[in-house]
């Protein structure tokens, strides 16, 4: 159906919200491997999270009667589309410069990885803050349309919550977002 959405619509509620998926562990094996030189095994990885995501999204399909089939991609489209997205992979490069507007003059390896880990994760976006403090990657994002001195730099870490301060006296709130935590290593994505 069209319009608005209503009680009793769709699947009734029997969605889920996401702490992790058996992809995203597909997904970090993959930068694991780029990170360790094994192209070929990053690309399995990948592959394997990007069919696991489908296979999870498509099967909530099954649990909302009004659902349009003919809206559903088939096993030969999603077949089609890993493809054309590992043939992306593939062909790109370990790695690529910055353009002077810092866009990458092309896509290198981890901005498909990241882009694709982003959108099975959807939904999940702490993993995507957390992937991007520990690559710098996708560095396609887009770009914030307000002034960056207006929204201040990247967060790499958070305040710890008042509740935490009061309760445990060894701890010492931070003063601002921009403490590295141990295993950040600054990189910096070209958006923030």
Same mark, same amino acid.
């Given at each position: 159906?069209?319009?608005?959405?209503?009680?009793?619509?769709?699947?009734?509620?029997?969605?889920?919200?996401?702490?992790?998926?058996?992809?995203?562990?597909?997904?970090?094996?993959?930068?694991?491997?780029?990170?360790?030189?094994?192209?070929?095994?990053?690309?399995?990885?990948?592959?394997?999270?990007?069919?696991?995501?489908?296979?999870?999204?498509?099967?909530?399909?099954?649990?909302?009667?009004?659902?349009?089939?003919d809206l559903i991609p088939t096993a030969a489209d999603?077949?089609?589309?890993?493809?054309? %997205?590992?043939?992306?992979?593939? #062909?790109?490069? @370990?790695?690529?410069?910055?353009?002077?507007? /810092?866009? *990458?003059?092309?896509?290198?390896?981890?901005?498909?990885?990241?882009?694709?880990?982003? %959108?099975?994760?959807?939904?999940? #976006?702490?993993? @995507?803050?957390?992937?991007?403090?520990?690559? /710098?990657? *996708?560095?396609?994002?887009?770009?914030?349309?307000?002034?960056?001195?207006?929204?201040?730099?990247?967060?790499?870490?958070?305040?710890?919550?008042?509740?935490?301060?009061?309760?445990?006296?060894?701890?010492?709130?931070?003063?601002?977002?921009?403490?590295?935590?141990?295993?950040?290593?600054?990189?910096?994505?070209?958006?923030n």
């Open positions: 159906p069209t319009g608005a959405v209503n009680q009793g619509q769709g699947g009734g509620g029997a969605g889920i919200w996401p702490i992790y998926l058996s992809s995203y562990v597909s997904f970090m094996k993959a930068e694991a491997a780029m990170w360790t030189g094994d192209v070929a095994m990053a690309a399995m990885y990948m592959e394997q999270g990007m069919n696991q995501s489908i296979t999870k999204v498509q099967g909530f399909a099954a649990l909302d009667a009004d659902a349009d089939a999603n077949a089609a589309f890993v493809a054309s %997205v590992m043939a992306e992979f593939n #062909a790109a490069p @370990a790695s690529s410069p910055l353009d002077g507007f /810092g866009w *990458p003059v092309e896509k290198d390896k981890l901005d498909v990885l990241g882009e694709q880990y982003f %959108v099975a994760m959807f939904g999940g #976006a702490n993993d @995507a803050w957390n992937f991007i403090r520990r690559t /710098g990657h *996708p560095r396609t994002l887009g770009r914030s349309l307000s002034d960056p001195a207006e929204s201040g730099p990247f967060p790499r870490t958070g305040l710890y919550p008042s509740s935490e301060i009061s309760a445990n006296p060894n701890i010492l709130q931070r003063s601002d977002n921009n403490t590295l935590v141990f295993w950040d290593n600054g990189a910096i994505n070209p958006a």
